[in-house]
Nanobody
Framework: QVQLVESGGGLVQAGGSLRLSCVAS????????MGWYRQALGKQRELVAE???????NYADSVKGRFTISRDIAKKTVNLQMNGLKAEDTAVYYC???????????WGQGTQVTVSS
């Protein structure tokens, strides 16, 4: 099993920055992705950004140019640098790990990001 622990959420003013971090424990092997999803109140959970073991990254259109995902495979970490935050970025952010072939998936407990306008 893979367990994920997030940190770095908080309250920030619009235009500000936050950095989210996630560290995984357990056996990680094969082709997989680590990334971040978010769920705003009353909305469905959505992908924010993800990074594969090959280094490929994928971003939601709404965060392109503002957020940057970085992954350290050896340290089993994934970070999300969020700049130019907007009120609509307010949500609970979840770290995600997914094995591509088996479909195995693990989620962190979530960290709240609140952007005041």
């Amino acid at each position: 099993q893979v367990q994920l622990v997030e940190s770095g959420g908080g309250l920030v003013q619009a235009g500000g920055s936050l950095r989210l971090s996630c560290v995984a424990s357990g056996s990680i092997f094969g082709i997989n992705t680590m990334g971040w999803y978010r769920q705003a109140l009353g909305k469905q959970r959505e992908l924010v950004a993800e990074a594969t073991t090959s280094g490929t990254t994928n971003y939601a259109d709404s965060v392109k140019g503002r957020f940057t995902i970085s992954r350290d495979i050896a340290k089993k970490t994934v970070n999300l640098q969020m700049n130019g935050l907007k009120a609509e970025d307010t949500a609970v952010y979840y770290c995600n790990f997914r094995m591509i072939r088996s479909g195995y998936e693990s989620w962190g407990q979530g960290t709240q990001v609140t952007v005041s306008s």
